[in-house]
């Protein structure tokens, strides 16, 4: 091997000669280093496919300029290879003016030439070539008009590259322009497009890096996911985000990924509630910002971070946890622009730290109102992050005493979200306490009955919360059966917020909440079977409202939940059952780790 510096550079050369994305681009680099045309640069080519040999061969015989050229249309009939040519240089004359009218006649050129009757004859990595071109002027193009029609151009183009040649690039474009389309005009059908492309995407990669894809298919699915609340589909967005993290990825890009699969597993547990996946989410953010190491995202990911670590005081209850969460979250909130959708959506999570410390006996109150303000004043119109941000401005007017402006705020929340209808229900009874009005009790079961149906189906810790807050409500008021309809609801949320753990600790958390919900649920349904048929109302007669069985049902069952939760505890397992203990251990660990799409834990 020789060890000539001149040979080194010009082995540097040659790698860059052949890395080269296009034909012109490397014409360009012989044309800046006419090296690469010599006896001892062709002697290197030898370990390469042999089309670089010949264009270079070709070159010494014609001309740099008439050898590529000749390359670069190979493949295309005769009688197009003038247009060919043509679109090729306007592309290239538009790439270094930047020029809107150049711009245009690249599109124009590349459309003629595509759908030229002569152009099927071209061979299939032409076709694929050019159709491929052309979708990316087009997209180019939309980018700085801002027209539909250029997205519709682009998807069919990209479309007919893929068909004839379902190469990674190809398809992974197809998804991304069908994302772009479905971002623009909202269609179904788009986004399932870009989805089926994304998977064929990821197919085709075989052992390349296909962490980009991996990636842009997480996002596809998280969103629709949100749209038909499939679990397999949320599932399945958590493992392919995972896989885009383990992947080769980019350095620049893991960051975003990493964000990205954070997103996907807080999303899991806030309709799931397995606490795995909330240490996971908690984890992954860390890495994101260490990753990231104060760059540009750097606010927007300790915004998450903030926010994930509000929920674990949620269950936790550690005054270090919130302190940290409101740490972060005041940082980020400097940083971030103001008056922009990040903004908002971090003065919303720093309103509801403030709103804990409030309810933990700090004076926040005043804090907590003026981050919600100013989140409620940034958001957009029609933004899926509004109802959060009107939710916790209601609650933090809710505590001011401002009653009818906090009911206003709940119903700018909307009136299919749980929350904010649950916690329009605590409002009527707030004043229902106050003034008496029956109105108001009508209005508040109402509220309470939708919340919890509509939160058990993907949001069971909201449905426990609401639920807990309506049977309290209706033991105040001594109302038996619907008592008993309220804690029947928050009880089935919380056996499945118990179900959905995977650790011990996780367990424990929940089977706690469970045992304590248990008596109060027995009592409201032992009191129901002894009112139900007398007093209650036909409503409460119709349905079934409790009973004695019901009660001994719950608490039994609650009472063979912490008898199973004592046969697994390790240290009785391990004393009881030796090497079993591990096997155990290793089986749950195995388990948890295939919910986040690694199959390869040992």
Do not use: K
């Not at 000749?70 to 020029?99: F, H, K, M, N, Y």
């Not at 990636?215 to 985000?241: C, F, K, M, Q, R």
């Not at 940034?378 to 941000?389: E, I, R």
């Amino acid at each position: 091997m020789s060890h000539d510096p001149a040979d080194a550079d010009l082995r540097l050369l040659i790698e860059a000669f052949a890395a080269a994305e296009s034909w012109s681009e490397s014409r360009d680099l012989v044309l800046e280093h006419p090296r690469l045309l010599s006896a001892r640069a062709d002697a290197m080519l030898a370990e390469y496919p042999p089309v670089y040999r010949e264009v270079l061969a070709r070159a010494r015989h014609v001309g740099v300029r008439q050898a590529f050229d000749e390359v670069s249309t190979q493949g295309v009939p005769e009688g197009l290879r003038t247009l060919c040519l043509a679109a090729i240089r306007a592309r290239e004359a538009a790439e270094v003016s930047g020029d809107e009218g150049e711009r245009d006649e690249v599109v124009r050129l590349f459309s003629r030439l595509v759908s030229d009757p002569r152009f099927a004859e071209a061979t299939p990595h032409m076709r694929a070539t050019m159709n491929y071109v052309l979708g990316l002027a087009a997209v180019e193009r939309f980018y700085v008009r801002d027209a539909p029609e250029d997205l519709d151009l682009a998807v069919a183009a990209f479309a007919a590259s893929a068909d004839v040649v379902p190469e990674p690039d190809h398809l992974t474009a197809l998804g991304n322009v069908h994302g772009l389309r479905y971002e623009r005009g909202g269609e179904t059908a788009d986004l399932l497009a870009a989805i089926a492309a994304g998977r064929r995407a990821t197919a085709a990669q075989g052992g390349g890096d296909a962490s980009v894809a991996w990636h842009d298919l997480a996002v596809n699915l998280g969103i629709w996911y949100e749209l038909e609340g499939s679990p397999e589909t949320l599932d399945e967005a958590v493992v392919i985000a995972t896989r885009a993290t383990r992947a080769d990825a980019d350095p620049e890009l893991l960051s975003a990924f990493l964000s990205t699969l954070a997103n996907c597993l807080i999303i899991r547990y806030e309709h799931r509630g397995a606490l795995a996946d909330l240490h996971a989410a908690i984890d992954t953010a860390r890495r994101a910002i260490d990753l990231d190491d104060g760059g540009p995202e750097s606010a927007t990911l300790h915004a998450s971070l903030g926010g994930l670590l509000h929920l674990r005081f949620a269950r936790d209850r550690r005054a270090a946890t919130l302190a940290e969460a409101a740490l972060v979250l005041e940082q980020a909130s400097a940083a971030l622009a103001p008056g922009s959708l990040p903004a908002a959506i971090c003065l919303g999570q720093l309103g509801n730290v403030h709103l804990s410390r409030f309810e933990n006996g700090e004076d926040a109150l005043p804090a907590a109102r003026d981050a919600f303000q100013r989140a409620v004043a940034g958001c957009p119109l029609g933004s899926p992050h509004s109802a959060h941000l009107w939710n916790g401005f209601g609650l933090a007017l809710l505590h001011s005493g401002e009653l009818d402006a906090a009911m206003t705020a709940f119903g700018r929340a909307g009136t299919d979200d749980p929350l904010a209808r649950g916690n329009l229900a605590t409002a009527h009874r707030l004043r229902h306490d106050a003034l008496g009005d029956p109105a108001d009790i009508e209005a508040g079961r109402a509220h309470f009955t939708f919340a919890v149906h509509r939160a058990l189906v993907r949001q069971p810790e909201i449905a426990l919360d609401v639920g807990s807050r309506w049977g309290r409500w209706a033991i105040a008021r001594r109302s038996w059966p619907e008592a008993a309809r309220a804690y029947r609801g928050a009880v089935v949320a919380a056996r499945r917020l118990f179900l959905a753990q995977h650790e011990r600790g996780a367990w424990t958390s929940w089977l706690l909440t469970e045992g304590d919900l248990a008596a109060q649920a027995a009592y409201a349904f032992v009191r129901a079977d002894a009112e139900n048929g007398d007093e209650a109302a036909e409503s409460d007669r119709v349905e079934h409202a409790g009973g004695a069985v019901e009660a001994v049902v719950v608490l039994e069952g609650g009472r063979a939940r912490v008898s199973e939760e004592a046969l697994n505890d390790p240290a009785r397992l391990r004393a009881r059952l030796g090497s079993l203990a591990d096997r155990y251990a290793l089986a749950s660990r195995r388990a948890r780790a295939a919910e986040n799409g690694n199959t390869g834990v040992p």
